[in-house]
């Protein structure tokens, strides 16, 4: 009787679910489109930090996402690809792998690494080393994320620019290079970039309830195909395969160049987590466990391991997104898991006409939200 009574501390979702109120299916029906509308775009654009093909970015939003609705103690918890995790991903397999490989050569090192982080996430669940969570002090982790931002800002200036930066080039190789280039941007490709930028930054001003990375990336591609943008010079990201991952084993020979980075991986995913999930917890919901939070995320990333992501997280953005449109539990993110499943079914051919410059001023964003001057202020 004490191993049944157990149950719903491991699977969370069998305490939660005999007890869903019918009122609640709304509300979480709507917060699971309106997280999707933001998932979708950002998992595609982080994909391209982790210097990965973009449906990567939608299978981060499957196995792992599902895997965590099930398992995880936290109602609003939003696991999918974030922007720290996605440049720590593509600095450790651009040791490993090296520059000159392509963006289909990371995908099985990027999928090997989700498994290590998801086996020292478990690993760790087992130990019950939660409590190591509470020693990383906020300091160390704004000054982290801020330096992930500048680099990642940095990172992305090419394609805003229409500039082809060699790839591995450092924040300062690639300042210098853009400055030795600045006769060969591409003046259409940088008015793309604005206007996306434009929708970003003043779309949620006017009109907060609109997903404004929804209709940024609609307007690209809408763009594109009316007026073949790729004339003007304007790269797009190409073709995108139509389906769902296939199911693979990691490389077990990149293990011995991967295991050090994906320590840190996991680390970050934890931490970055578990500060969501307990910011975003509601009065009168569970306390969140942070051993049980290793253990979902661990499982989580072997899941996503085995199907062709790479290491997934809980964002505090898109965290805040799922909370903010009224998500009562984790069936919203079942319907954001959804969402994902049909854009790769039907969708693919569409997405392959977004321009580069899209996404890049996508990442841009995503990159200043990292860098929190109020909280240096108040340090």
């Avoid at 196995?63 to 450790?92: K, N």
């Avoid at 000054?143 to 800002?153: L, R, T, W």
């Amino acid at each position: 009787m004490r191993i049944l009574s157990d149950v719903p501390k491991y699977l969370p979702i069998l305490g939660w679910l005999p007890k869903y109120q019918r009122g609640w299916l709304r509300f979480d029906l709507v917060a699971g489109l309106i997280a999707a509308a933001v998932v979708i775009p950002q998992a595609m654009a982080y994909a391209t930090i982790a210097g990965l093909p973009v449906q990567v970015g939608l299978y981060v939003a499957l196995a792992p996402m599902l895997c965590y609705a099930l398992l995880g103690a936290s109602r609003r918890l939003s696991v999918s690809s974030t922007s720290a995790l996605s440049i720590m991903a593509g600095t450790a397999l651009l040791a490993a792998v090296g520059p000159a490989a392509t963006p289909g050569d990371y995908v099985v090192p990027a999928a090997t690494l989700a498994f290590l982080v998801g086996s020292f996430l478990l690993l760790a669940s087992l130990l019950r080393l939660g409590f190591l969570a509470d020693f990383i002090s906020q300091p160390v982790l704004t000054g982290f994320k801020a330096g992930i931002g500048v680099v990642i800002f940095t990172s992305q200036l090419g394609k805003v620019l229409g500039l082809s930066v060699p790839s591995g080039s450092s924040v300062f190789e690639t300042l210098r290079f853009i400055l030795a280039n600045l006769g060969d941007i591409n003046w259409p490709t940088v008015m793309l970039a604005a206007l996306t930028l434009a929708i970003l930054i003043f779309l949620p001003r006017f009109v907060p309830r609109i997903p404004a990375a929804l209709v940024a990336v609609a307007t690209g591609i809408a763009l594109s195909a009316l007026f073949n943008l790729s004339q003007t010079g304007i790269a797009l990201i190409g073709e995108i395969p139509t389906g769902l991952p296939s199911f693979s084993l990691p490389d077990l020979s990149l293990v011995g160049a991967l295991w050090l980075p994906a320590m840190g991986i996991a680390l970050m995913s934890f931490t970055e987590s578990t500060a969501a999930a307990r910011a975003f917890r509601e009065q009168g919901e569970p306390v969140v466990d942070a051993n049980h939070e290793l253990l979902a995320l661990g499982i989580a990333n072997i899941a996503g391991g085995l199907f062709q992501a790479y290491p997934a997280g809980g964002g505090t953005s898109q965290t805040a997104v799922n909370a903010g449109a009224g998500a009562k539990t984790q069936v919203a993110e079942l319907v954001t898991v959804a969402a994902a499943t049909l854009t790769l079914l039907f969708l693919a051919p569409l997405i392959s006409l977004m321009p580069e410059a899209t996404l890049g001023a996508l990442v841009l964003v995503a990159a200043v939200g990292l860098v929190q001057v109020g909280e240096f202020r108040d340090m």
